[in-house]
């Protein structure tokens, strides 16, 4: 089975200033990789995925994120917050499963962005 | 296009009863998750209906059962509530097809409390 450590439950940071959200994951098989984004009140919205080819990724709203295999890591960054992107971040892990992806989510990572 | 929507938004049950939430799909898709989300933790994944038929489930009680129309909208059914049941319930659409990846979308959520 996959799991999924999110390694901060809280990262405060001030606008304009780059974040790092920490990502490890664990699987024996291949994996597809995930960040989503939840605003209070509100679904998820998928920010960037990897399913296959280079590492580094990039989402939306200026969001990305680099696969390390070696160290089961999938860390999400982004180099000038906003305040707007305060909000929560999870990341999640998927594997075949019967014929279908099934996501494995973290815990998550409250982002507080600061004036 | 429309997207995922749920209702209801908030509901309050008392232990023991019954509850039935809805999850209308994105227009086009045919593959309906739904997810559990307790506070202050991840979704977690309780099962998923690919053309009216269950395609997978997690680890979840009996009681969680669930059923895809025709239209592809779907319920979720929780029978003999507990404490434990309050969380956001999340549904997410998807145009699948068994063995390959297909981005979800989010609903907003119903916000179920049992008493």
């Known amino acids: 089975a996959q799991s999924v450590t999110q390694l901060d439950s809280q990262v405060p940071v001030f606008e304009e200033a780059p974040v790092e959200l920490r990502c490890n994951y664990s699987?024996?098989?291949?994996?597809?990789l995930f960040w989503y984004v939840q605003y209070p009140n509100q679904g998820l919205q998928l920010l960037l995925k990897y399913l296959s080819g280079s590492t580094l990724v990039k989402g939306i709203n200026g969001f990305e994120a680099e696969f390390n295999k070696s160290q089961t890591s999938f860390h999400l960054r982004k180099p000038s917050v906003h305040i707007s992107d305060t909000a929560e971040y999870f990341c999640a892990v998927s594997v075949p499963s019967g014929g279908s992806y099934i996501p494995t989510f973290g815990r998550g990572t409250s982002l507080i962005v600061h004036p | 296009e429309t997207g995922v929507t749920q209702s209801p938004t908030h509901l309050i049950k008392t232990r023991g009863q019954q509850v039935t939430l809805r999850c209308s799909s994105q227009?086009?898709?045919?593959?309906v998750s739904w997810y559990q989300q307790a506070l202050g933790q991840g979704p977690q994944f309780i099962f998923q209906?690919?053309?009216?038929?269950?395609?997978g489930r997690g680890n979840f009680p009996p009681r969680f059962s669930g059923l895809q129309f025709p239209n592809y909208s779907s319920e979720l059914n929780v029978n003999a509530l507990e404490l434990d049941d309050s969380a956001l319930y999340l549904c997410a659409s998807s145009r699948g097809a068994s063995g390959s990846y297909n981005e979800q979308f989010f609903g907003p959520g119903t916000r179920l409390t049992v008493l």
């Open positions: 209906y690919y053309r009216e038929e269950e395609n």
């Open positions: 227009s086009g898709h045919n593959t």
């Open positions: 699987s024996s098989v291949s994996v597809y």
